[in-house]
């Protein structure tokens, strides 16, 4: 019964240090920036921000001022830079003070960084990183075959409704 909606802009700029130290470029190397602020019930929830190599940017297009219908990693398998593997990480830190504005995230609450570098076999595709306040917010990652995530996931939902 809740409502979903998002924000998106794309911006072109150097990548931060951090950034190009996962992409595996130049701290001073244009990247395209794609940022989507994910909001519930018109409420800040989470922002998603991927950076993505210039030279895969203008292969794709991804340089557009508006959302992919498809989203970027099938538009990039499109074009033949199909995803085959990523690295997550996980941690927490106090909000900046842009984060604590754009996300509604008060003193004291925790947020959650949750970094995602994916690749090709031969390449870094993206950096993602999404920011969310820990205190409405909440992970979970399924690994393996879907028949046996759905049994686990059927246990867990019927502990919810106990």
Known sequence: GREASTRF????????????????CAPDELVCVRSVLQLVD?????R?????????????????????????????????HIEAGAVDTCNTRPPT??????????????????TRIAATRERITR?????????????????GEQK????IMSVLNAGKDA
């Open 9 to 24: 802009e794309m911006r072109i700029e150097p990548a931060p240090i951090d950034v190009a130290k996962r992409l595996g």
């Open 148 to 151: 046996a995530t759905g049994v």
């Open 48 to 80: 998603a921000t991927s950076y993505y190599p210039m030279d895969l940017t203008q292969e794709c297009g991804l340089d557009t001022a508006h959302d992919i219908p498809e989203g970027t990693v099938r538009r990039l398998a499109s074009h033949g």
């Open 42 to 46: 018109s409420h800040p929830w989470s």
């Open 127 to 143: 950096v993602t990183v999404t920011v969310m306040p820990g205190d409405r917010n909440e992970l979970q990652f399924r690994q």
């Open 97 to 114: 003070a842009a984060e604590a504005r754009d996300l509604g995230a008060s003193d004291g609450t925790s947020m959650l960084l949750w």
